[in-house]
């Protein structure tokens, strides 16, 4: 695959006229070509015509990075090391965004890119109109051969590029290899979310390796049911099942993505209870489609493009009330996806909810039920596909996976049933009414409706279970988990939040986002200026950059297992409340209210306490600290022995302390 607009060796490039190398520039735009990218172009092949004098290797304009979906301007393969050049044509000094987006093109390639991984990469961001530049050059706290990004200007970049060759040291780069290098990116969920509306498929755009059941194979098992269904007339549904991060939101919006248009009859729509989930995307797309469209020319407003973007992801809320409208008519959709099936609301609360804000008596289905009913009031054929989370329940009232199958057997006997070979294992919780589809007809496991593989952590693998074996207390086991993760995932211990937060700052390079999580419950982190009763913007929180003090960044404003189920951080501070506290005996569930912390005693609320900080632990792609506060001696709600035993519990497991 051609990832450049150019593509050349530095002789023939340097052979060749300027207006040869734009014309083939312009031939390979996508967009209209205006003025100023032109002038920009221009501006760059003069003045690398004068700066590769003398270099020999290859030359790359526009170079693809699908995950960011965005182009590096210039990609040098020189000797032993890549160059990855932003140019700001008329810039008089380095915005920090223009670092970070230089950085990002360069971590995209060392992460992601297979034939650069074990190579020297030096992000180089020139102004051209800058009288100043720093051109100190050395390699990250990381040590894994990516530089700092060096700002310069065209006068002082091909000193810069010496001096670089210089200071590394390795083979020679073949080209040809290096070009035929896969692109293996692992996106996250608001990335892959942009790729696949703008017509990325989720081969593009996710990994391909042994170690996982490719994402790829799942989303094809799933539209092999999808037109197996159509053609035959059959109403269906099935459970896809999957580790903390191992891409089930991806396939559902894979699928959505496939059939967007609102004219086919496998016209489909993703549909998520969680709302932040939900917010953080449609405005993610919405800015994204006024971004793209203003960059082909054309100018739209950002409510229209929100209007658009509402019909392809929904809140199942919304979709249930417009069906309570209508109780006859079958919606518009022959395919519905339900993400985090499993948080679906059982007969109590949906009853509840019905009585108290939609004034209906007497409603006498689970919130799954309903669901079904209005998919199967389609005279013809209908599919259901639930993307279903293990130990993800973390609200009263969720009902889990088994109220599905009981709602299928209950009251639709001609639907056929599509199951994860998953599906049985203990943290869905559906092992007692599997047993009764035993003699059911049309029930088909496949196990390509699992995913077994975490996607989030493209460093680790091995992040899930070390939580689960944290959470089981198996000390010995975690040990070895943690012992497997090495450095590629580094997990650090503190009993001081500053600390914590000079690490993620230390630690995150470019655009990286970090953020602090906690529990819901943490209501004495107020000390340590954590307040969980402040609500956060996650439109803010998620989106905006460093300079905004409402962003993730800032490290002020904090999320909880409420506002971050279902999306994730690059490194992350988990900061560990006396809520849930480690003691000899295993783990103690406390809630406090008014004054002072009360045992908490029903298995229910047990479960969902467990269930938030399986979901905390679980948000980091690349690493995170966890913060276990020292207590004070002198608050009677803040003992150092409410804190003491969870922090030894983390040492005996092996996390190293900072």
């Known amino acids: 695959m051609k990832r450049a607009y150019y593509s050349n060796t530095i002789s023939l490039f340097l052979a060749s006229r300027p207006m040869e190398v734009l014309g083939e520039l312009a031939d390979k735009n996508e967009f209209a070509l205006e003025q100023e990218q032109r002038r920009a172009w221009l501006a760059e092949i003069t003045i690398l015509q004068e700066v590769l004098q003398n270099f020999q290797g290859a030359i790359y304009f526009e170079y693809s990075i699908p995950r960011m979906g965005g182009r590096v301007d210039i990609i040098l393969v020189i000797r032993h090391v890549i160059f990855a050049l932003e140019f700001k044509i008329g810039a008089k000094d380095f915005a920090s965004d223009a670092i970070d987006q230089v950085w990002d093109y360069a971590l995209d390639l060392k992460y992601f890119h297979e034939t650069s991984h074990e190579q020297y990469i030096a992000p180089i961001l020139v102004a051209s109109e800058a009288i100043e530049a720093d051109i100190c050059i050395a390699t990250t706290l990381h040590n894994d051969k990516l530089l700092f990004p060096v700002k310069t200007n065209p006068r002082l970049l091909k000193e810069v590029m010496t001096d670089i060759l210089s200071f590394t040291d390795g083979d020679d780069i073949d080209r040809l290899e290096w070009e035929e290098g896969r692109y293996r990116p692992t996106p996250t969920i608001i990335e892959a979310a942009r790729a696949l509306y703008s017509g990325h498929s989720v081969d593009d755009i996710t990994r391909r390796d042994a170690d996982a059941i490719n994402l790829t194979e799942t989303s094809e098992q799933i539209t092999t049911i999808i037109r197996d269904s159509k053609e035959r007339s059959n109403k269906s549904i099935c459970f896809v099942t999957g580790v903390p991060g191992a891409g089930k939101t991806l396939v559902g919006l894979d699928i959505a993505t496939k059939h967007i248009d609102k004219e086919s009859e496998l016209y489909s729509v993703f549909l998520s209870g969680n709302g932040p989930l939900v917010t953080i995307l449609r405005e993610a797309l919405a800015r994204d489609k006024v971004q793209s469209m203003r960059e082909q020319g054309t100018k739209i407003a950002k409510n229209e493009a929100m209007r658009e973007v509402k019909a392809f992801i929904q809140n199942v809320h919304n979709f249930r009330d417009e069906c309570l409208l209508d109780t006859k008519s079958p919606p518009i959709e022959h395919v519905v996806l339900f993400d985090e099936a499993q948080r679906a609301w059982n007969l109590v609360q949906t009853a509840s909810f019905m009585q108290r804000r939609k004034k209906k008596l007497n409603f006498s289905q689970s919130e799954p039920e309903f669901l079904i009913s209005c998919l199967d009031r389609h005279r013809d054929w209908a599919v259901i596909v639930c993307l279903v989370g293990g130990g993800q329940e973390i609200h009263t009232g969720e009902a889990g996976i088994d109220e599905w199958i009981e709602a299928i057997l209950r009251s639709f006997p001609e639907w056929h049933i599509y199951l994860s070979s998953r599906l049985t294992d203990s943290e869905y919780g559906a092992g007692k009414v599997l047993s009764t589809l035993a003699s059911r007809e049309n029930v088909f496991y496949r196990e390509a409706l699992h995913l077994s593989v975490s996607m989030r952590s493209f460093r680790s693998e091995n992040v899930s279970l070390l939580v689960k074996q944290m959470l089981d207390c198996d000390v010995k086991q975690a040990g070895v988990t943690l012992k497997r993760l090495d450095e590629k995932y580094p997990i650090v211990i503190t009993r001081d939040i500053n600390k914590a937060k ?39 929180w998620f989106l905006n950059n460093k300079e905004d003090i409402r962003s993730s960044y800032y490290l002020e404003d904090v999320a909880t297992e409420f506002q971050i189920q279902g999306l994730e951080l690059d490194w992350a501070c988990v900061t560990w409340d006396a809520d849930f506290r480690h003691s000899p005996e295993g783990w103690e569930h406390w809630s406090f209210k008014g004054k002072r912390w009360y045992r908490i005693k029903k298995m229910e609320r047990k479960k969902y306490q467990k269930n938030a900080y399986r979901v905390l632990l679980t948000r980091a792609r690349q690493g995170m600290v966890i913060v276990v506060p020292p207590g004070d001696i002198k608050d009677p709600t803040r003992p150092p022995c409410f804190y003491d035993s969870t922090f030894k519990y983390l040492q005996k497991i092996g996390f190293r302390e900072i």
């Open 502 to 540: 000079r690490w993620l700052k230390q630690n995150a390079r470019g655009s990286e986002r970090y953020g602090i999580v906690v529990s819901s419950q943490a209501e004495r982190l107020r000390p340590h200026a954590i307040n969980v009763k402040s609500p956060i913007n996650p439109i803010h």
